[in-house]
């Protein structure tokens, strides 16, 4: 549980020190995660360690942008009012194609055209007061 | 199987009352809980010298103090704490009491779980609506739109769904089956009979998880009484014999290769559990498991070795877990039929079986396992109880 902060009512990402780089560097439209340099394994944003080989080496590295949909789920009811409009609207736990999971919107498709590994390219698309949000699209 | 000794037992069992309205304060609840498994043990408060106290992770300090001990009149405890391992704490307590007991810090340890998420002007749905931090690194729930439990379990299930080809059917078999142990119980909250049609007829919450396939909240409170095996034979109600404890905590690991959905620590709380009681899966008679979504039975099922990994679906759907079954589980309607008291509901049904005094829908109960588990599948405790002192 957490409070969230908002942007002209649209919640924001919830920021600390070990993911704050990969939401920034969403207004450079870039797919920022991590990466430890000892093992060469890919990291989901917010990692301190590298959870392979325990290396506090870890880096912040651009990605590709492509992935697949490793699940998703329709939201027939939302929770907050900022969401109230979109319903039904899908969330995705897309897979890098380097490895590392990212919750994210999916556009670009019907809530019934989604299937587990299809591929998907990062793109990035306004919200609130005009930040951008990382979000996928059929590609 | 092993001969020896039981590790603990729980000699008193109670609850509050249980309800969808608001009937007082969580403290209050907790307070009525701890009396009453008290006096269900045959003891006086003066015989309590230990005091386990659970909450809700949707609930504050201020919900359920550790300063419970002064509201429920217990005086000179050797043994106090705030257990906090999300839904698993409902067994993690019971655990951690016998191993008090065990090793001489305390004589009889009450273990208290206590929630009222529904209050005046709040709806269950606002309760548990927030964002929590449940896909292992937190940030992206709130701008996503995944909010509450329940979405960040239908991501879980339709990833457990897709691996092991399972449709709506089989997660409604499960929800039509704890219904039907439901309709045996007098303390279960939904009373109507449920078809699978009713299932697949309910509206959905996030797909693809219909409303049946959501556990049901409820106000209310579960206490036990732990005490040492010889003490508890000397108590006016069955004891309920503790031979097998396991935890499994395995993280959340956000990249390939690792199936968060399916490889869930429940494995290793159970394997650590039937090694220390000396039986397997196949001796086990019945099993309560925390239920918070049907697609958790079906993995709960597999991970403590009742059925082959990706069987679960057909077992359930063929009516092995209802009543009448072959194997029996979440007997007195779980938390999606019965009531969501988070691991507090495994663990009443769990001492109810045990004892034998579970009325119309009880089962045969020489082995029962206990299992509660606390945010999205990633803490696990377990225990295997019997009425026997040896197995
Ligand atoms: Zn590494």
Redesign the pocket.
């Given at each position: 549980m957490y409070d969230i902060t908002r942007i002209k009512g649209w919640p924001m990402p919830v920021l600390n020190e070990l993911n704050q780089p990969h939401f920034d560097a969403m207004a450079d439209g870039k797919v920022l995660v991590q990466h430890?340099?000892?093992?060469?394994?890919w990291?989901a944003p917010g990692a301190f360690?590298?959870?392979?080989?325990?290396?506090t080496?870890?880096q912040w590295r651009e990605a590709s942008g492509r992935g697949e949909i490793y699940s998703y789920v329709v939201m027939h009811r939302t929770f907050d009012p900022a969401f109230e409009a979109m319903v039904p609207y899908n969330v995705c736990l897309i897979e890098l194609a380097e490895g590392p999971r990212l919750l994210a919107n999916v556009v670009g498709v019907a809530n019934n055209d989604l299937t587990i590994g299809r591929a998907v390219q990062a793109t990035f698309e306004k919200v609130g007061e005009g930040l951008p949000l990382l979000k996928f699209k059929p590609g | 199987m092993a001969s020896k000794k039981p590790l603990a037992a729980i000699r008193g069992f109670a609850m509050s009352d249980l309800s969808r309205q608001y009937i007082g304060p969580t403290w209050q609840l907790a307070v009525t809980a701890i009396h009453r498994a008290i006096a269900d043990a045959g003891l006086k408060k003066s015989d309590i010298d230990g005091l386990l106290i659970n909450k809700s992770p949707v609930a504050t300090l201020m919900d359920l103090p550790m300063d419970l001990l002064d509201y429920a009149g217990l005086k000179d405890l050797t043994l106090c704490s705030v257990v906090e391992a999300e839904g698993s704490s409902g067994v993690q307590m019971v655990q951690q009491a016998a191993l008090a007991v065990q090793a001489g810090m305390a004589k009889a340890v009450v273990c208290v779980f206590s929630d009222a998420p529904i209050v005046p002007g709040v709806s269950t749905q606002q309760a548990f609506g927030m964002p929590l931090p449940l896909m292992g690194k937190l940030g992206s729930e709130a701008p996503t739109g995944l909010f509450g439990p329940v979405a960040a379990y239908a991501l879980a299930a339709r990833r457990y769904m897709h691996k092991n080809h399972l449709t709506e059917d089989h997660l409604g078999a499960v929800a039509v089956a704890c219904r039907q142990w439901a309709l045996k119980s007098p303390l279960a909250m939904m009373k109507k009979p449920l078809s699978m049609q009713d299932h697949h007829n309910s509206p959905y919450v996030v797909e693809p998880f219909h409303l049946f396939d959501c556990s049901f909240p409820v106000n209310g409170a579960v206490a036990v009484v732990v005490t040492s095996a010889e003490r508890a034979a000397d108590g006016p109600q069955p004891a309920v014999y503790i031979h097998g404890m396991g935890q499994g905590h395995r993280g959340v690991t956000n990249r390939r290769g690792f199936e968060n959905e399916i490889e869930i620590g429940a494995k290793l709380a159970g394997q650590g559990a039937y090694a220390m009681a000396g039986v397997g899966p196949k001796d086990i008679d019945c099993a309560q498991v925390y239920d918070a979504f049907t697609y958790c039975i079906l993995l709960q099922l597999e991970q403590y070795g009742f059925v082959e990994p990706g069987g679960a679906g057909e077992f359930v759907l063929a009516g092995q877990t209802a009543p009448g079954g072959s194997f029996p589980v979440n007997t007195g309607g779980g938390q999606l039929s019965g009531y969501y008291l988070q691991g507090g509901t495994p663990l009443s049904e769990g001492v109810m079986q045990a004892r034998g005094t579970a009325g119309e829908r009880q089962v045969k109960h020489d082995l029962v396992l206990t299992a509660a588990y606390g945010g999205r599948m990633m803490y696990h405790a377990c225990m295997i109880t019997s009425p026997h002192a040896s197995l």
């Open positions: 430890c340099p000892d093992c060469d394994t990291l360690v590298c959870e392979n080989c325990g290396s080496a870890v | -």
